[in-house]
């Protein structure tokens, strides 16, 4: 069976970092691009950032950048999500899904330039609450 697990979140205070982690078992993520999505109460989802595991490319939603990090271990098949400088507003859950990777996309919004990936797979959440 194919699985992700995201696992990692907590509670932060602002300013905080944390590391998120998305394991994933039962397929390699050498054919995919793996994204980090989350959502708030009351909002919808929104893209975070994404990692092609075969060219190493990272994409990151401009609220995030400078901040956040994307990673992948190949060997532990997983990929993780280094948070930096939390802020309040970063309180969400968080989920990582994978994807084929000619699916990612950047999308130019009102709030600025965000990620986009079309999943085949999703890992369940895990909540990330920044609050002093």
């Known amino acids: 069976d194919v699985q992700l697990q995201a696992f990692g979140g907590g509670l932060v205070q602002p300013g905080g970092s944390l590391r998120l982690s998305c394991a994933a078992s039962g397929f390699t993520f050498g054919d995919y691009a793996i994204g980090w999505f989350r959502q708030a109460p009351g909002k919808e989802r929104e893209g975070v950032a994404c990692?092609?595991?075969?060219?190493?490319?990272?994409y990151y939603d401009d609220s995030v950048k400078g901040r956040f990090t994307v990673s992948s271990d190949n060997a532990k098949n997983t990929v993780y999500l280094q948070m930096n400088i939390l802020k309040p507003e970063d309180t969400a859950v968080y989920y990582c899904?994978?994807?084929?990777?000619?699916?990612?996309?950047?999308?130019?919004?009102?709030?600025?330039?965000?990620?986009?990936?079309?999943?085949?797979?999703w890992g369940q959440g895990t909540l990330v609450t920044v609050s002093s």
């Open positions: 990692i092609i595991r075969s060219d190493g490319s990272t």
């Open positions: 899904g994978a994807g084929a990777a000619d699916t990612v996309a950047v999308v130019t919004t009102p709030r600025g330039e965000t990620i986009d990936l079309d999943c085949d797979y």
